[in-house]
């Protein structure tokens, strides 16, 4: 089962590799997401399967509204063919082509023919795995992880995420100004679609929040419900077109929230507060705030994001 | 050298975006590239250590477990949640880098950007 789907997910790089048009090939990124998560799961870690299918969808929607946008705006000038090459000669088709397939060959085989034996240390493992319920309590070894043992990482990618935000807002150079309200979002839609989506929007958001308060003793936790949740806010705008947040105070949120994780771990991780963490009925609270925090965190931090996409598409619709 | 065959397959598809990389012409399909990279040695950390007929490392019986081998290892699953996460920012502002040069150039063909940077 795991190789069949390997084997499609190497079939849809393939054709990824192979096609010519823009849109086919963003269509074909969403479906190698999907089968990237489907092995992910199959090899033992629904956490991360969870979190690659809600990104993979967030990046064939990132995708969409980059491409759509130029399609407005300049025509059909995305498509690039392959009308340059013909008139080439043949030894530029061998250099572009041929020696690099060469070169890639050369150093893949030298990689597998290198590869390490044990590269995972196995006590590691055991330790994490008998100590992580006595030491930080909760189901999920992932979740103690990523909140306790090797929260400095977690912390690094709060700050990853909040300095994306920042250059993406610094490059994108579109104020809040030029977006109008009442524009309606001119995406192809169905009534089948609208439809469901409706229906589906409300049971998205429950979704994300079940997923952030079970994410210390079952599969899931800040990240996925965060982003579950931002997909919620995007459904929210693509089908019924509500623009009504404040990027700049959604900013604020995302700040003041990145400063609570860093002081709750640094008091209850770096700091030790008293035995509060050794407790069996309180210590599950710290795992259950922190996964709220960093949902509400990556939730903002997306948002902010589609938003800024969004604002561009918008800014220039109104130049054109 | 022992090689997994889930280990293999994660390190041909490092390689074909590899080569991807090197021979597209096309700006959006170095984005998509570099995405299926990532997600490559993603299946390359998760894939160490499989066995057919393993679990999940999660559930409240964990304790009682006779041996570990069938138990996947939660260590590189933890870091990984945060470079899925990191990922998807990066590709963020590397469509936004596309959105500028193509709104400069007209194009998202890397050659015809290089002929006409040169031309202006």
């Known amino acids: 089962m795991l190789y069949v789907v390997l084997g499609l997910w190497i079939f849809s790089a393939l054709m990824i590799l192979f096609e010519k048009k823009n849109v086919r090939v963003t269509l074909y990124l969403g479906i190698f997401g999907l089968l990237a998560s489907i092995a992910f799961f199959l090899l033992g870690s629904p956490d991360v399967a969870m979190a690659e299918a809600a990104i993979s969808t967030f990046t064939t929607i990132f995708f969409i509204v980059c491409l759509e946008k130029y399609y407005k705006f300049e025509g059909d000038f995305i498509e690039v063919e392959d009308t340059q090459a013909e008139k080439k000669p043949k030894s530029t088709f061998v250099i572009r082509y041929i020696l690099p397939l060469l070169f890639t060959i050369f150093a893949a085989g030298l990689f597998i023919y290198f590869i390490p034996d044990n590269v995972v240390n196995p006590y590691l493992k055991e330790l994490y795995l008998t100590r992580f319920m006595d030491e930080v309590g909760g189901y999920n070894p992932v979740t103690a992880i990523y909140l306790r043992y090797r929260v400095y990482d977690t912390l690094f990618e709060a700050l990853m995420l909040v300095l994306a935000v920042v250059a993406v807002i610094h490059m994108s150079k579109f104020g809040e100004a030029t977006i109008k309200d009442g524009l309606r979002s001119e995406l192809e839609t169905s009534n089948m679609s609208v439809f469901t989506i409706r229906l589906i929007t409300p049971i998205l958001l429950v979704f994300g929040i079940f997923l952030i308060l079970n994410g210390h003793i079952s599969a899931g936790g800040g990240f996925q419900g965060g982003l579950v949740i931002a997909t919620f806010f995007i459904a929210r705008y693509m089908i019924f077109n509500i623009y009504d947040l404040k990027v700049s105070r959604i900013a604020k949120i995302e700040e003041a929230v990145f400063i609570a994780i860093a002081l709750l771990a640094s008091v209850v991780v770096f700091l030790e507060f008293a035995d509060f963490t050794h407790r069996p009925g309180y210590r599950e609270i710290y795992l259950i705030i922190m996964n709220a925090l960093i949902g509400a965190k990556v939730a903002c931090g997306f948002m902010l994001l589609f938003y800024r996409f969004v604002a561009i598409e918008r800014g220039a619709r109104d130049e054109s | ?120």
Not at chain 2, 29 to 46: D, G, R, T, Y
Not at chain 2, 52 to 57: D, F, K, M, N, V
Not at chain 2, 93 to 119: C, P, V
Request: overall charge neutral.
């Open chain 2, 1 to 120: 050298m022992r090689v997994e065959l889930a280990e293999l397959f994660a390190v041909i598809m490092f390689f074909i975006s590899f080569y991807g990389l090197i021979v597209t012409r096309n700006i959006i399909k170095s984005v998509i590239f570099i995405i299926i990279m990532e997600a490559a040695a993603i299946m390359f950390f998760l894939s160490i250590g499989y066995r057919s007929g393993i679990l999940a490392p999660i559930g409240p019986n964990l304790a009682e477990v006779e041996s570990w081998a069938y138990i996947a290892d939660p260590f590189p699953q933890a870091l990984m949640i945060t470079a899925i996460v990191i990922g998807l920012s990066v590709t963020t502002i590397l469509l936004i880098m596309t959105i500028t040069i193509t709104r400069e150039y007209k194009t998202t063909d890397w050659d015809t950007i290089k002929i006409r940077s040169l031309e202006k």
